[in-house]
């Protein structure tokens, strides 16, 4: 794409007066179909990231099989990951600000067993893990995205969510959270380190295992994921800065995932009051059968 942010304030003063201005003359040169594109993956990062099957997995299969990994690389990707992010702060304000003021009190009057106290600190212990892997991965130089890792991390994945949809008591609500499920849950938010092991699907299914509440399991994953999920896109999308040319569909990419991902977690909260976590379990088995398939049908790179 050879258009960018900055050619609009070059061309003021270069474009020759049409009796129209120069808009019209700056966007004819504008490359539509990059603008469609970012549209599609906001869609796909939108519902994948927050539903249990890996929105890393998706945006590798589609860039890959449309062939558009020459345009949104991995820095380009992991960018628009910021619409989701501000989605799911969107979303639980109302959650965070209670968490917020009820901490703060509990911090003043010394009531170490408030509710909102507990959550906290199991918020932010469960973050640890997480950031500490991510970091020991980045100081290390590991790359471990591949097809085949996400098509056998799917598959795993979805074997350990049926297990939890199997056993779990699911018997405790949202006001019983301990600090434990937050140190534990964020234990498992460390296979998210492996794509396709899916960051709200690792949390789902250790919370299911200690025994939560489908929606409570689903609720306390987000507000969970948060930090970690903030975190992450500002450290892996610095690279996107250099990205000139791309900051509209940037900017488009990031309004249609913070769309799609707000959707997203709306449906899942209520689908999970009244259904099991069944339908994710085929589905990450199917995914994972058919880009196995596919890559030793050699269509798509081990």
Known sequence: MDWSIFALGMSLGDAP???????????ASVNFTTWIQAIILGLVQGITEFLPISSTAHLLIFTDLLDWRDTWDKAATDA????SVLAVVGYFRQDLKQILSGTWAAIQT???QREEWKIFLGIAVGTIPAL????AFKLLDIELESSMIIAVMSIVMAILLGLAEQYGRRKRGFDQLKISDGVLVGLGQMLALLPGASRSGSTLTTALFLGLKRDTAARFSFLLGIPTLTIATLVQAKDVLDKGDMWLPLLIGIVSTFIFSYLSIAWLLK????QSAWVFVWYRLALGAALLATIFGGLLQA
């Open 132 to 135: 500490a892997g991510g970091l």
């Open 110 to 112: 010394k009531d170490w």
């Open 80 to 83: 628009i990951q910021f619409g």
């Open 17 to 27: 007066f049409n009796g129209y201005g120069t808009a019209p003359l700056l966007l």
């Open 271 to 274: 689908f999970l009051r009244q």
